[in-house]
């Protein structure tokens, strides 16, 4: 247990520790888990908390929610470390957690980090886990089915927390400026959309949010209690000069419209720069991955279809580690569209086919490729005269497929890049061969 001196000065403290949550209420985030009536919140409210642990990103509040837990179900607290316990010291506490269980007092145990913790430490929390002689709560920003010993982890409930939004973090930096524990006797001012912006750099990261925002509060221009803030002062703490920008604004709109248009024009050296420009002025790295997945179909298409396994690895790779390890991930996507082969194909055939779908909506399915599952659609001729181009040696039909006053639509055509040009000849065959054969057909009715 930690001890406290005399002299020990709450003020001297760090403005995310001062500010540290001390109920659900103050919590900010994890609606999907601790909103009115979601499951983790009707756990802790009804004071039937088993051992958990907590996954998710840094700065999301792991450490905060286990100790509101353990103030709500007034147990003893206690906090370990990967890095300075031992098997001797996790045994120590066990067994004063049993006796304290005699009293009836639970303990739980709060574990940051505990992929850390080697197999025979977690083992060593097992037995105790299973008896209940204490409440294990585990922290983690590894995915624990890789980091955890599945005996353990099947002993406790995941729950992932997120990444908190820009607006629960605004609303957090806004009650920092309010709170008597944080800035709330002093008088900031600053440029209506600073907190926004601040929100934006700490990539849901509370923790570093109010660390940015304690900075600039110090090194601004003070007169009594008024504290003055401009934008040159975000810019020298965060080292982040020329870079600010609205991620809502036309800034932003203009850097990612500049990243589409250079890996379109297969200038990777640009790609890549003005990728740089979004990641360090704050973009979300998970936005970014999200508009590259979109440009490999939009842009390259079937002229190279791997392109869209690159961007969806990426995007997970984003998910999975974050900014700043993430980049890397990113500019290998950015590169490989850049030099991959372009089409737009699937963009203008959708594009068509969308034009027909919304001026023709009442247009009816063909009965022939409706589906019969019962005696009175059979009746009425559903699924008639259906081929199954399985059954036939070249695996295809003279079917038609599109409603009738649809049937001379071309949606997609193929180019000659890359990959694709291998679809125009499978296409352009599939085309001769039910010519040739409709008019065989043809010419065997008339005969008839």
């Known amino acids: 247990m930690k001890q406290h001196s005399l002299f020990d000065n709450e003020s001297s403290q760090p403005l ?10 103050e919590f900010f985030g994890q609606e999907h888990l601790l909103g009115k009536g979601k499951v983790l919140r009707r756990l802790i409210e009804s004071d039937q908390i088993s051992s958990m642990i907590f996954w ?5 509040g792991k450490t905060t929610l286990a100790r509101i837990i353990a103030g709500r179900t007034k147990s003893n607290f206690i906090d370990f470390s990967a890095v300075t316990s031992g098997i001797r010291e996790i045994r120590a506490v066990m067994q004063q957690a049993e006796k304290d269980l005699q009293y009836g007092r639970r303990t739980m145990l709060f574990v940051d980090e505990i992929h850390r913790f080697n197999k025979a430490q977690q083992d060593a929390f097992l ?15 590894e995915n624990p089915s890789f980091e955890v010993n599945s005996a353990l982890l099947s002993r406790c409930k995941v729950f992932v927390l997120h990444q908190l939004s820009e607006k629960d973090m605004t609303a957090l930096l806004e009650r920092a400026l309010r709170d008597p524990r944080g800035f709330g006797s002093l008088h900031v001012s600053m440029p209506p959309d600073m907190l926004e912006i601040i929100a934006a750099f700490s990539n849901g990261d509370a923790r570093s949010a109010l660390s940015t925002l304690e900075m600039i509060v110090l090194n601004g221009e003070t007169e009594g209690e008024r504290v003055s803030i401009s934008k040159e002062i975000l810019e020298e703490c965060t080292s982040r000069k020329s870079l600010l920008y609205d991620k ?7 850097l990612i419209s500049a990243l589409h248009k250079s890996m379109r024009n297969s200038d990777p050296d640009a790609a890549v720069y003005w990728l740089a420009r979004m990641l360090e002025a704050g973009e979300d790295p998970l936005y970014i991955a999200r508009r590259v997945t979109r440009f490999a179909s939009e842009d390259v298409g079937l002229a190279d279809p791997h392109a869209l396994d690159m961007t969806i690895a990426a995007y997970q790779a984003c998910h999975f580690i974050g900014m700043p390890e993430c980049s ?22 959708y594009s068509r086919a969308r034009k027909d779908a919304l001026s023709m909506l ?12 019962t005696k009175l659609m059979k009746e009425l001729d559903y699924g008639k005269g259906y081929q199954y181009a399985h059954d036939t040696k070249d695996k ?22 890359g990959l694709e040009a291998r679809c125009r000849q499978r296409l352009e065959a599939i085309k001769a061969w039910k010519r040739t054969h409709e008019q065989v057909s043809s010419g065997e009715k008339n005969s008839a």
Do not use: W
């Open 56 to 60: 998710g990103p840094p700065g999301v």
């Open 248 to 254: 809502k604004g036309e800034e932003h709109y203009n």
């Open 328 to 349: 890397v991930h990113l500019t290998q996507a950015v590169v490989y569209l850049s030099l991959a082969p372009k089409s737009n194909s699937l963009d203008v055939a």
């Open 127 to 141: 037995p105790f886990v299973e008896k209940g002689s204490i409440i294990l709560i585990g922290a983690t920003t």
């Open 396 to 417: 295809l039909t003279t079917m038609r497929c599109l409603p009738d006053s649809l049937l001379d639509r071309t949606y997609y055509v193929p180019t000659e890049q």
């Open 16 to 25: 995310a520790a001062r500010l540290r949550p001390r109920n659900l209420d």
């Open 362 to 373: 009442d247009e009816p399915v063909p009965l022939q490729i409706r589906n019969a599952p």
